[in-house]
């Protein structure tokens, strides 16, 4: 639960404890320069690869439409714990020592505290 408390005319945003609910949704966020033929190309080699064994739940790739070049991928998890095993398989540590040694990955790490769709 989300508690948003108004104080001295300001809008605190207060996020639930995380040790409350160790089972929240995670979303990793890479940021980096590549074609996106070739993001796509080595994202859907990697989920071929890690079938049975990936913890991904979702990828979506997208393109900055400011930025051309730049390619942002949302990995889905079902929890940070999740993504971490997943950092320690071997098909995933072979898939990221595919990758250029020079490519500037930048990450974000994100709880997901709550998911709102619009109404129809």
């Known amino acids: 639960m989300v508690v948003y408390i108004m104080e001295h005319r300001q809008l605190a945003l ?3 404890d995380q040790k409350k609910e160790p089972d929240m949704e995670f979303i990793q966020i890479m940021e980096y320069e590549m074609d996106i033929a070739t993001a796509i190309e080595r994202s859907e080699r990697y989920l071929t690869e890690a079938k049975g064994q990936t913890f991904v739940r979702g990828m979506t790739l997208c393109t900055d439409k400011n930025r051309p070049g730049v390619v942002v991928a949302m990995i889905r998890f079902d929890s940070y714990e999740d993504a971490q095993k997943n950092n320690e398989l071997e ?4 898939s990221g020592s595919d990758w250029p040694e020079n490519l500037e990955i930048k990450f974000t790490d994100l709880n997901v505290v709550r998911e709102i769709s619009a109404l129809s």
Request: charged letters at 30%.
């Open 91 to 94: 098909v995933t540590k072979k």
């Open 14 to 16: 207060q996020i639930p």
